[in-house]
Every structure is written in structure tokens, then in C-alpha cells.
């Protein structure tokens, strides 16, 4: 997959994965990824799939509908990518956390229902449910922080609200921060992440 690699000055934290969100490339959430955390390792990789000619990282049958069976490939694809990269780059592959707006955010999510154990944490910045009807693996106390709009059209407050508990009901430690705005990405939300950040990271 289509990325870049930032080695950063501590070894010790965890490298951040990310995921950008329809039409964007790996590069646009890295002034995000400083704010989180500067001296972090930094993995941003690029969705595959073009719509249009817009990067995204699955198909979707029409907005919020997904292509389920490109959903799972994908997810694989990305999942087998971190495995080749944490060996390639020599960075801990137990010690990912993603960050992801979206799109980025829906296969992040994706991540976590069907591959145990595979990241250390996520940043979802307006996600969605990725699949319903499945048995999620065990997330023990996995932290999750979830950036959500009250008036987002694309991820309405139930799809939040349904994600979280679906997430808890696995055992992952949710925290949800909500904003009056829509589907874009806010200072409260980026501010609220990098102290959820510090908290459990640092
Ligand atoms: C998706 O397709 O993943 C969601 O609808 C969000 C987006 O528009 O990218």
C-alpha cells in the first residue's frame, strides 16, 4: 500500500496509523498526528480503492452503504500491511494506534471487529458501525476515543451511539466527545483526543 514511514525521536510510544478520510491522501492527518503526540512514529497509508479518483479504503455500494465483501478484503489487506511494515520499518507491531476520520476511521473500526489484538488504541474521528450482526473479538479495556458531530448527516448520533456500545459491549474502554458541528473535523474534538491521548500514552 501506498504510504510513508516517520520515525520518531521515542522508541517507546506507539506508532500512530493513519487513515484518512474519501479523496484524501496519507499525508493529511499528519498535522493532527503532531498535535497528538510530536515525538511519536508516524504510519500513514493510502487507501487502495478510488472512487472517481477519490483514495478510500473500501467500497461502499452508495454513501453509508458499504461493499461488504471489499470491506473484509480490504481490512485484510491493511491488517497484513501493518504485519509487513512493523517488520520492515522495525517499529513494535503491538504497539500501533490508529487514527482515523471516515472513511479512515471506518476501516480503523474495521480493524477491531474482525482481527484481535490488532491495535493498541484508535482515534475515530466521525466513524461509522463498519458491520452489524457480528461477534466482535474481546477488546479488553482497549481504549477507544470517538470524535462525533451532533448534526453529522453522514454519521448520524444513533451510528455513534450504536458503534460505542458495540465496542463496549467487547470490552474496549470508550470515550466519546461530542460537538455540536457536522461531519468535519473540529479543534474541541483534536483537543479532546490529544488529552485522551496523554492520559493513557505517556
Ligand atoms: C464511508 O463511506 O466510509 C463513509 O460514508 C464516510 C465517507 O464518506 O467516507
Known amino acids: 500500500m501506498k504510504h510513508f514511514y516517520k520515525k520518531g525521536q521515542d522508541e517507546r510510544k506507539p506508532t500512530l496509523l493513519l487513515l484518512h478520510g474519501t479523496g484524501g491522501t496519507e499525508n493529511d492527518l499528519l498535522p493532527i498526528a503532531e498535535i497528538i503526540d ?87 474521528l466521525h466513524p461509522m458501525v463498519p458491520r452489524r450482526g457480528v461477534d466482535l473479538p474481546l477488546m479488553k479495556n482497549l481504549p477507544v476515543f470517538i470524535g462525533a458531530g451532533k448534526n453529522d448527516p453522514i454519521c448520524p448520533a444513533q451510528e455513534t451511539e450504536d458503534l460505542a456500545a458495540l465496542l463496549s459491549e467487547a470490552g474496549a474502554s470508550v470515550q466519546v466527545y461530542w460537538d455540536e458541528q457536522g461531519h468535519q473535523l473540529t479543534r474541541g474534538e483534536i483537543i479532546e483526543a490529544a488529552k485522551w491521548y496523554k492520559r493513557l500514552f505517556k
Open 38 to 124: 510530536p515525538t511519536a512514529s508516524i504510519l500513514g497509508v493510502r487507501g487502495d480503492v478510488s472512487e472517481n479518483g477519490m483514495n478510500r479504503y473500501f467500497k461502499r455500494i452508495a454513501e453509508g452503504v458499504f461493499d461488504e465483501e471489499d470491506l473484509l478484503f480490504r481490512t485484510k489487506e491493511l491488517s497484513d500491511f501493518l504485519d509487513y511494515a512493523a517488520e520492515q520499518y522495525e517499529f513494535d507491531r503491538n504497539n500501533i494506534v490508529a487514527m482515523g476520520y471516515s472513511n479512515g476511521a471506518n476501516i480503523a473500526g474495521s480493524l477491531l471487529f474482525h482481527y484481535k489484538n490488532v491495535l493498541q488504541g484508535a482515534i475515530l
